[in-house]
């Protein structure tokens, strides 16, 4: 049953009823769904909620899985659509103290792990300042590696739609992390000035 593709365990799935070949689905796919869930929510409580209400979901929407996209696809715009929603109904987003950004670089020895580290952690910060629908378009395009004809597949958008609007999204994202970097940069003089001044 491992062999069998996405695609075919559905069918199987919705023609037999048989449990095992939806387990096989949410074996495959159980951890990425709450990666997302956690990237979406930042708590692990609630990406593992999230995950359990998004695979309930997936059992009562199979039959209008119509293979126009691959599943991954298809589960990956369900789990998007889902975070996002739950997004909007908390109006949370995560909150930055200068606590925490200074303990992010602080006993930085010029490692390249680390520069790596704080420039994902940079993005991270300019990625949580998007609209969820837009962070959910690079997140399948760029974590997911969802073809531009899937994405406008699922969303019943033209392509050329689809590629626009990733493009104002990564515009907007490049503006954000732009704005992140400079803003520590002028911290950091500032920092400089100050302590030279004593």
């Known amino acids: 049953m491992k062999n069998l593709t996405d695609e075919e365990l559905v069918r199987l799935y919705l023609d037999t009823q048989q449990n095992s070949y939806f387990e096989v689905l949410y074996e495959r796919y159980a951890d990425r769904v709450y990666r997302k869930c956690l990237s979406f929510s930042k708590d692990p409580m609630k990406a593992e909620d999230y995950a359990h ?3 309930l979901r997936l059992v009562l929407k199979l039959s209008s899985f119509k293979e126009q996209a691959r599943f991954s696809t298809w ?4 789990t ?3 975070c996002t929603d739950q997004l909007r109904a908390d109006r949370k987003m995560p909150v930055y103290s200068l606590e925490d950004d200074h303990n992010d670089y602080a006993g930085s020895d010029g490692d390249e792990a680390e520069l790596a580290e704080m420039e994902a ?3 991270q910060k300019a990625m949580v300042r998007m609209e969820p629908e837009e962070q959910m378009l690079l997140r399948m395009k760029y974590q997911d590696d969802a073809s531009i004809r899937d994405i406008a597949t699922v969303y019943d958008l033209t392509e050329s739609a689809v590629k626009m609007r990733l493009k104002r999204s990564r515009d907007k994202l490049k503006k954000y ?3 992140s970097g400079l803003f520590w940069l002028l911290l950091a003089a500032k920092l400089l000035t100050f302590l030279n001044n004593r």
């Open 75 to 78: 589960l990956y715009s369900i």
């Open 121 to 123: 952690q940079q993005l």
């Open 53 to 55: 209400d998004i695979f």
């Open 177 to 179: 992390y732009l704005e």
């Open 80 to 82: 998007y659509n889902y």
